[in-house]
C-alpha cells in the first residue's frame, strides 16, 4: 500500500457509501484485500505504509501491536458488511499483503480469513492468497495456512546473488526462497508466485539470469518480475543522491524484462499482464486481476484502499489511528473519491491496455484511435487483435507501456 494518501472528500463516520455504488453490484466480483502493516526491518527501496517495532513504540503504539491486529480488522470487515447491506456476493478472492503478513501468527491469518468467510462467505473457487518474506515461514507455518483455507502464496525473493539483496535491504538468504516455494508446495499449495526485482543497482546480467534460473528451478506456477523504483523518501534513494551506489537507466530495465520474457516463455510461463506470468490460465492471480478490471474489493488495514462501483476510499495510514477509529465504532477510512465515468473510462485504459487480452478500440477518444493508429504503424500493438476492435501490446509495446497509455487517452 502506497505511503502517501491522496486527498479526498471526507469519509462518513458510518463508511456509508452513495447509492448508486451498490447498482448492479451482483454482476461484479468481490474481493477483500487485508493489509498487514509490519515488517521486521524496513527495505530500502520500500515506500508502502508499513512499520517496524521502533517506528510503533510512543504514541498508539499500545493500539497499533500485532497481538491485537487480526481482532482490529475483523471489526473492519463487520463494517463492511453492515456497508453493502444484503450484498448477496460471495467472495471471489482474499488476498493478505504487507508489510510482512508471515510476522503474525499463522492462526492470526486464518482468523482474518475466517472473519470474511463468516460475514460474507467464499465463493467455491474462491482464491485465497498471502504475501510472505522467505524467511518468516516454516514448513508448519505453511501447512496451518493451507489447513485454515489459504491455496496460495507469494514469496518475496527479489534476487538470488547475494550482494543485490545487500543492497535491496533484504534479510534473507539466497536458496531460502526456492527451498520455500518446495515447503509451499508439500503443504498442499496449488499456486506459488515468486517476485523479483531487476534493474537493482549493481546488478549485472549475469546476476539476473541467475536469479531467472534459480526462480524457474524452484516449480513455481507464476513470476511477477518488477522493474525497481526509487522513491523519493526511501533509504535507497537518499544512497543514489548520496552518490553511493549508480542508478540503474531505462536501457539496461529494458534489456533485462527483454532477458526476462525470453527465460520465462522458453520455461512454459505465458505473460497476461506486463509484469505478471503464468504457466496456466488457473496459475494467474485473480486478485490481482480484479484491479486491473475494475471491479469491486475492499481493502481493510491502515492505508488500504478500496473500490466499490466507481466509489474510492482509503484508510488511515497510522496503525493506532486505524486501531482507535474502530475502538470508537467509526469507519477508519480518511478519504474517498467518487469517479466520473470519464475517470473510469481512463482507468480502464491504463490498466487494460497492460493484460494479454488488451483493452477495447471502442474506449479510445479521436485524438486516441489516431494515436493507436500510430502505434500499430510503429509495431507497438498487435494487428490481429487490432482488427478484432482490441489494443493489445506487442513485445515492443510492452516495453513501452506507460507511453503507449499516455497516447492512447487522450
Same mark, same amino acid.
Given at each position: 500500500?502506497?505511503?502517501?494518501?491522496?486527498?479526498?472528500?471526507?469519509? *462518513?463516520?458510518?463508511?456509508?457509501?452513495?447509492?448508486?455504488?451498490?447498482?448492479?453490484?451482483?454482476?461484479? *466480483?468481490?474481493?477483500?484485500?487485508?493489509?498487514?502493516? %509490519?515488517?521486521?526491518?524496513?527495505?530500502?527501496?520500500?515506500?508502502?505504509?508499513? %512499520?517496524?517495532?521502533?517506528?510503533?513504540?510512543?504514541?498508539?503504539?499500545?493500539?497499533?501491536?500485532?497481538?491485537?491486529?487480526?481482532?482490529?480488522?475483523?471489526?473492519?470487515?463487520?463494517?463492511?458488511?453492515?456497508?453493502?447491506?444484503? =450484498?448477496?456476493? &460471495?467472495?471471489?478472492?482474499?488476498?493478505?499483503?504487507?508489510?510482512?503478513?508471515?510476522?503474525?501468527?499463522?492462526?492470526?491469518?486464518?482468523?482474518?480469513?475466517?472473519?470474511?468467510?463468516?460475514?460474507?462467505?467464499?465463493?467455491?473457487?474462491?482464491?485465497?492468497?498471502?504475501?510472505?518474506? *522467505?524467511?518468516? $515461514? /516454516?514448513?508448519? %507455518?505453511?501447512?496451518?495456512?493451507?489447513?485454515?483455507?489459504?491455496?496460495?502464496?507469494?514469496?518475496?525473493?527479489? /534476487?538470488?546473488?547475494?550482494?543485490?539483496?545487500?543492497?535491496?535491504?533484504?534479510?534473507?538468504?539466497?536458496?531460502?526462497?526456492?527451498?520455500?516455494?518446495?515447503?509451499?508446495?508439500?503443504?498442499?499449495?496449488?499456486?506459488?508466485?515468486?517476485?523479483?526485482?531487476?534493474?537493482?543497482?549493481?546488478?549485472?546480467? =549475469?546476476?539476473?539470469?541467475?536469479?531467472?534460473?534459480?526462480?524457474?528451478?524452484?516449480?513455481?506456477?507464476?513470476?511477477?518480475? %518488477?522493474?525497481?523504483?526509487?522513491?523519493?523518501?526511501?533509504?535507497?534513494?537518499?544512497?543514489?543522491?548520496?552518490?553511493?551506489?549508480?542508478?540503474?537507466?531505462?536501457?539496461?530495465?529494458?534489456?533485462?524484462?527483454?532477458?526476462?520474457?525470453?527465460?520465462?516463455?522458453?520455461?512454459?510461463?505465458?505473460?497476461?499482464? @506486463?509484469?505478471?506470468?503464468?504457466?496456466?490460465?488457473?496459475?494467474?492471480?485473480?486478485?490481482?486481476?480484479?484491479?486491473?478490471?475494475?471491479?469491486?474489493?475492499?481493502?481493510?488495514? *491502515?492505508?488500504?484502499?478500496?473500490?466499490?462501483?466507481?466509489?474510492?476510499?482509503?484508510? @488511515?495510514?497510522?496503525?493506532?489511528?486505524?486501531?482507535?477509529?474502530?475502538?470508537?465504532?467509526?469507519?477508519?477510512?480518511?478519504?474517498?473519491? +467518487?469517479?466520473?465515468?470519464? =475517470?473510469?473510462?481512463?482507468?480502464?485504459?491504463?490498466?487494460?491496455?497492460?493484460?494479454?487480452?488488451?483493452?477495447?478500440?471502442?474506449?479510445?477518444? &479521436?485524438?486516441?484511435?489516431?494515436?493507436?493508429?500510430?502505434?500499430?504503424? =510503429?509495431?507497438?500493438?498487435? &494487428?490481429? &487483435?487490432?482488427?478484432?476492435?482490441?489494443?493489445?501490446?506487442?513485445?515492443?509495446?510492452?516495453?513501452?507501456?506507460?507511453? $503507449?497509455?499516455?497516447?492512447? +487517452?487522450?
Amino acid at each position: 500500500m502506497p505511503s502517501v494518501l491522496p486527498d479526498g472528500e471526507p469519509m *462518513p463516520d458510518d463508511g456509508a457509501l452513495p447509492a448508486h455504488a451498490l447498482q448492479g453490484a451482483g454482476e461484479r *466480483p468481490l474481493g477483500f484485500y487485508l493489509h498487514v502493516p %509490519y515488517c521486521a526491518t524496513r527495505c530500502g527501496y520500500c515506500d508502502f505504509n508499513t %512499520y517496524t517495532a521502533s517506528e510503533l513504540r510512543g504514541a498508539g503504539g499500545v493500539l497499533a501491536s500485532r497481538e491485537n491486529y487480526a481482532g482490529q480488522v475483523a471489526e473492519e470487515i463487520r463494517l463492511a458488511r453492515k456497508v453493502l447491506g444484503d =450484498d448477496p456476493r &460471495p467472495v471471489r478472492t482474499v488476498f493478505v499483503g504487507g508489510g510482512t503478513p508471515t510476522l503474525l501468527d499463522a492462526a492470526d491469518l486464518v482468523s482474518m480469513l475466517a472473519s470474511v468467510r463468516d460475514e460474507f462467505g467464499l465463493a467455491d473457487d474462491a482464491e485465497v492468497t498471502t504475501e510472505a518474506n *522467505p524467511e518468516s $515461514v /516454516s514448513p508448519a %507455518y505453511l501447512e496451518e495456512l493451507r489447513a485454515g483455507g489459504f491455496n496460495r502464496i507469494s514469496f518475496g525473493m527479489q /534476487s538470488a546473488r547475494q550482494h543485490v539483496l545487500k543492497i535491496l535491504d533484504r534479510s534473507h538468504t539466497p536458496g531460502r526462497p526456492e527451498a520455500c516455494v518446495a515447503e509451499a508446495r508439500a503443504a498442499g499449495f496449488d499456486h506459488v508466485n515468486l517476485d523479483l526485482i531487476y534493474g537493482t543497482p549493481g546488478e549485472s546480467d =549475469d546476476d539476473w539470469r541467475a536469479s531467472l534460473d534459480a526462480a524457474i528451478g524452484a516449480g513455481p506456477d507464476h513470476v511477477s518480475a %518488477y522493474a525497481l523504483i526509487v522513491e523519493e523518501g526511501t533509504q535507497l534513494a537518499r544512497r543514489i543522491r548520496r552518490g553511493e551506489i549508480p542508478m540503474t537507466d531505462d536501457d539496461v530495465h529494458a534489456d533485462r524484462y527483454l532477458m526476462t520474457e525470453e527465460a520465462l516463455s522458453g520455461a512454459g510461463f505465458e505473460w497476461y499482464e @506486463v509484469s505478471n506470468w503464468a504457466t496456466s490460465e488457473a496459475g494467474r492471480c485473480l486478485h490481482n486481476e480484479l484491479y486491473w478490471r475494475g471491479a469491486d474489493w475492499w481493502g481493510a488495514g *491502515p492505508g488500504a484502499h478500496s473500490h466499490v462501483g466507481g466509489v474510492r476510499w482509503w484508510n @488511515v495510514k497510522h496503525p493506532g489511528a486505524y486501531a482507535a477509529a474502530l475502538g470508537e465504532g467509526r469507519s477508519p477510512g480518511a478519504g474517498r473519491e +467518487v469517479l466520473s465515468e470519464e =475517470d473510469r473510462r481512463v482507468e480502464r485504459i491504463l490498466l487494460e491496455l497492460r493484460l494479454r487480452e488488451g483493452c477495447p478500440l471502442d474506449l479510445l477518444h &479521436p485524438a486516441g484511435l489516431a494515436a493507436a493508429r500510430r502505434a500499430l504503424s =510503429d509495431g507497438l500493438l498487435d &494487428p490481429e &487483435p487490432y482488427a478484432r476492435g482490441r489494443a493489445v501490446l506487442t513485445l515492443r509495446g510492452r516495453l513501452l507501456a506507460d507511453a $503507449v497509455v499516455r497516447d492512447l +487517452v487522450d
